[in-house]
């Protein structure tokens, strides 16, 4: 039987007729250059194949997907699935200098991987300089044929991209912090589906109408892929039940307000049972600390069929920026499903019990405007970034490039949360932590206010991991330990510590490699607020990392 191709978005995706699974997906993704028009402004963005935000991906658990990117711009670029846990196969997760040598002008890298045991809302991005903010879409993993969801089919699916917009070249707004040395300026408005909705310099922007039908079930596949701000996402009159986060089940609930921070998915469901008429959707900026943000709400409309013109937009009143009950509840909220099918192995036994500080610092800097410059830090060290993939100096065995002592506590002990040190210097390096295959991990990530308290989004790449405990202040050994939850923890890839406060996660280590954990604050990445953890391999070729592709970036 013939193969039945057809071209969207210039992606190239093979199709086979209804009743055949098409286990093999090819995507062309080409890098180039376009003007903005849909946002009043007619700046060049990098985009992929001239869209923005960027084509959906879609394909089934247990596919194997092939991505041919083309780099078309000036810039070097890589592509990095996010959460997608790339099961032996790290030459494909994509972050520049960590798994890959980016990919450079002019040339070209098949990312290669195959989709094990994961379903539900992902996205791609950009993983080199601030290039995401413009590179990244939807990467939507739909159940096998014939596995339904584990909650009633929703009548349609839709994707709500969330992002930050600047009037000026990002990469321009990034270089000119790191040469002063202060914090980059923020963005100028936030976007649902590249649309920000009326700001006050584009009073004709409409923004993005969700057109409904009265009486029915939507999905609603919410990414949060802004740069550096947590979001609030709500919708004048209607509750939204959250099924699942990271593409992993979770058990049901309403709530009026999601709150997802930067590399997060949540997944709701939305019953259309208001009177027909038009209703606000808004996106608005969570920071609980004195941290300047983008304070601009970006809006759309979710559209009854059959609502006249002229009816106006019901409204609503987005959050406090502080509002720090509201995202409290939506966190404490969220709880594995532990089902027979889909059940919470959360580690029991711990073979290494880390405590990792994150927060910010302030290093000499000749060259800076102040002679220092703000940088971020775990454990108070600064990440340097090696001149070639940390994944293929682990797997040729390449002395020189990195270190494997990165420390499992802080090298000096002290107040975290409460009297700011009087040495907020730190420590540079290109140190990795090593855990053997198969071996567990608890990890304590402990927010510091060495210069001042803030949320960090901390990713994990390589691994999905459980949220067992969170908490304010400084964790105590002795006492929190007993309040964690081991039987049905949400888990994610991507997870919030909250500001002056900590997260405690577990996770096994069965996926060979070199895999990256951040802040997916970019300007916390940027600063060094980044590590990494190197697995060994296991024991034969099902718990080895595979050979390099013939294709590989050179850097």
Not at 27 to 51: D, H, M, Q, W
Not at 197 to 215: A, N, R, T, W
Not at 340 to 368: E, K, M, W, Y
Not at 403 to 420: A, L, S, V
Request: proline share 8%.
């Amino acid at each position: 039987m013939a193969l039945a191709c057809c071209t969207k978005f210039v992606l190239l995706l093979c199709f086979l007729p209804h009743f055949i699974h098409c286990k093999l997906h090819h995507y062309k993704f080409n890098v180039e250059v376009k003007n903005a028009t849909r946002l009043c402004s007619s700046k060049p963005i990098v985009t992929i194949n001239g869209i923005f935000p960027g084509p959906t991906i879609y394909a089934r658990e247990d596919d194997t997907v092939l991505i041919k990117v083309v780099n078309h711009v000036n810039y070097n670029i890589s592509i990095h699935w996010h959460g997608i846990r790339q099961l032996r196969t790290g030459w494909a997760d994509g972050p520049a200098y960590i798994t890959q040598c980016p990919i450079q002008p002019g040339q070209s890298y098949v990312y290669n991987f195959t989709i094990t045991g994961q379903r539900g809302t992902l996205f791609w991005h950009a993983h080199i300089l601030w290039l995401r903010a413009t590179v990244h879409g939807a990467l939507i993993v739909l159940p096998k044929l014939g596995v339904p969801y584990p909650f009633p089919a929703p009548f349609q699916e839709h994707v709500v991209l969330l992002g930050e917009w600047w009037k000026s070249d990002v990469e321009a707004v990034i270089h000119e912090a790191l040469k002063s040395g202060f914090a980059p300026n923020v963005s100028d408005a936030h976007t649902i589906n590249g649309l920000p909705g009326p700001v006050p310099s584009c009073k004709s922007q409409e923004g993005f109408i969700l057109e409904v039908d009265h009486g029915k079930t939507y999905m609603l596949r919410i990414i949060n892929a802004a740069l550096n701000e947590e979001l609030f996402f709500k919708i004048a009159n209607h509750q939204l039940t959250v099924v699942e986060v990271d593409a992993t089940y979770v058990k049901p609930f309403e709530t009026s307000t999601v709150v997802i921070a930067p590399g997060q998915t949540t997944t709701v469901l939305i019953k259309t049972g208001q009177l027909s008429g038009k209703y606000m959707v808004s996106v608005s900026p969570f920071m609980d600390s004195p941290i300047e943000v983008d304070n601009v709400t970006a809006t759309a409309t979710l559209h009854y069929s059959g609502t006249l013109p002229i009816v106006a937009t019901t409204l609503t009143a987005p959050p406090a920026r502080n509002a720090t009950l509201t995202a409290t509840k939506f966190i404490n909220s969220l709880r594995s499903l532990n089902s027979q099918a889909f059940p919470s192995n959360v580690p029991l036994q711990i073979d290494h019990s880390l405590l990792f500080t994150v927060g910010l610092g302030l290093n000499r800097c000749p060259d800076c405007v102040t002679g220092k410059r703000v940088v971020a830090y775990v454990n108070n060290i600064t990440f340097v970034m090696p001149k070639i993939g940390l994944l293929e100096a682990h797997y040729y065995n390449i002395s020189g490039v990195f270190t494997d002592d990165f420390p499992e506590k802080p090298p000096m002990p002290y107040d975290y949360t409460g009297t700011q040190p009087e040495n907020v210097a730190t420590t540079e390096g290109t140190r990795l932590y090593r855990l053997a295959y198969n071996s567990t991990v608890q990890l304590i990530l402990q927010d510091t206010g060495m210069i001042v308290p803030e949320d960090h989004p901390i990713h994990l790449h390589g691994f999905n991991f459980f949220a067992v405990g969170r908490g304010i202040g400084n964790f105590d050994q002795e006492k929190d330990p007993k309040k964690f939850n081991l039987v049905d923890p949400v888990e994610r890839n991507t997870v919030g510590v909250p500001s002056g406060g900590w997260t405690a996660i577990r996770f096994r280590a069965d996926n060979p490699g070199v895999w990256f954990m951040h802040c997916h604050l970019e300007v916390h990445t940027t600063w060094g607020l980044k590590m990494a953890f190197v697995v060994d391999n296991g024991k034969g070729p099902n718990e080895s990392l595979i050979s390099p592709p013939g294709d590989l970036p050179l850097c």
